[in-house]
């Protein structure tokens, strides 16, 4: 299988690569429900020591600047109670804590969750964390721009590998909800 965007050297469609996977995100693929199928969710092998931005473009194709997405893990806080969320923007933006993120969440104050929390809560490793395979119950925040992209290069929930997966399958996910302007 060819990749529908970048330049790598293994594509496999996501049903066939559960293996490659962490646990959460292969329950996630294996009972997909969305309207996209799940076997146009792409696994794509990546070797981690091109894990960083610019050098990952430079060695597996410079259109992915574009049309990558980073997933975070976001701690709103309110009254003592803390509400766990994930976001996911472009890449090429940053994740607009202090205001769309914690206005959604009706927090007081919204931070990045901490890399324990993050990986603790998620099972997936930190630097792969991906929306697909949440916890139930999580709001994922997803910018209107990823939506709109025909394939968004996200992480595979390991350190190791990423996935390609049509944008409008990030509105399906369970606990979405698109914003306009997530990233700035």
Same mark, same amino acid.
């Given at each position: 299988m060819r990749a529908p965007i970048g330049h790598f050297d293994t594509a496999i469609p996501a049903p066939d690569a559960l293996g490659e996977l962490t646990g959460p995100v292969a329950d996630a #693929?294996?009972?997909w429900t969305g309207s996209v199928p799940a076997d146009q969710i792409v696994y794509v092998d990546t070797d981690p020591q091109w894990a960083d931005t610019a #050098?990952? #473009?430079?060695? %597996? @194709?410079?259109e992915l600047l574009e049309q990558s997405a980073n997933c975070v893990v976001v701690a709103g806080k309110r009254g003592g109670e803390t509400t766990l969320a994930a976001c996911i923007a472009l890449s090429t933006t940053r994740i607009d804590v202090n205001g769309v993120v914690r206005?959604?969440? @009706?927090?007081?104050k919204a931070s990045f969750a901490s890399m324990d929390t993050a990986t603790g809560e998620t099972g997936m490793e %930190? @630097?792969? *964390?991906?929306? *697909?395979g949440l916890p139930a119950g999580w709001p994922i925040l997803v910018d209107s721009a990823v939506v709109d992209l025909p394939y968004v290069l996200v992480g595979s929930g390991r350190r190791r590998g990423k996935l390609l997966v049509p944008g409008k399958a990030f509105a399906e996910l369970p606990g979405a909800v698109v914003l306009e302007a997530l990233g700035v």
């Open positions: #693929v294996r009972n #050098v990952f #473009v430079e060695h %597996y @194709g410079q206005r959604q969440l @009706g927090s007081r %930190y @630097g792969g *964390i991906t929306p *697909i």
